[in-house]
């Protein structure tokens, strides 16, 4: 910053001469003064550069499934805060989770609030809120697509919240549906991951 001349000291010793100031004012990009009213207007599409990852999904038991029993999916997805520039200017968005848009494969599709898990303590073949019933044998492609709101906040700023959402694609999951008799007699114990194993 150039600044003017220090004015130099009169007779009985007091400063003689403008006070000092900038040669040109400077705006800074942010002022962190700023109220929250104040601050800029974010859009969805002002969002473009900031893309969050829908995670993983995964089937139990380890991606094969009994037609007629529960086959449980659930997804790898958490809360993602990304940092990068927004309108010009150093920012965080956060993007939340809020619905998985499951496609099982054969025709059936679900939407939930909740990623699921696994199926742990509970019993294997039990229904979970993300869990699927096949009627036919075969090998299913498995799609999901997470929704997730989005939040931005411009260094120490309150978070502000996002009109919409924003969707992204896990990679596909394939799964294999057969009866008891081939799945179970073919796999027995050897991978010791079946049931009763």
Known sequence: ???????GPGANGEAVGPPLEPAEPVEPPLRWDWT????????????????????VSVGEPAGWG??????????????????????GIPATVRFTPVAWHWSYGDG?????????????????FEPTPTSHRYSSTGT?????????????????LPWR??????????????????????????RGCEAASGPGC
Not at 70 to 83: D, H, P, S
Not at 140 to 156: I, K, N, Q, S
């Open 66 to 87: 009994i037609v007629g029993l529960e086959t449980n999916f659930y997804a790898e997805t958490g809360v993602q805060e990304l940092e990068g520039e927004l309108l």
């Open 161 to 186: 919240t996002v009109d919409g959402t924003v969707v992204a694609d896990a990679p596909p999951l394939s799964v294999r549906i057969g009866t008891a008799d081939t799945l179970l007699v073919e």
């Open 36 to 55: 929250v009213e104040g601050a800029p207007e974010v859009t969805l599409t002002d969002l473009a550069s900031f893309v969050p990852t829908a995670g």
């Open 108 to 124: 059936t599709r679900a939407v939930t609030s909740t990623a699921g898990g696994p199926w742990g303590s509970a019993d294997e």
């Open 1 to 7: 910053m150039d600044l003017l001349p220090t004015p």
């Open 140 to 156: 299913y492609a498995v799609g999901l697509t997470v929704e997730f709101g989005a939040e931005y906040r411009f260094g120490p």
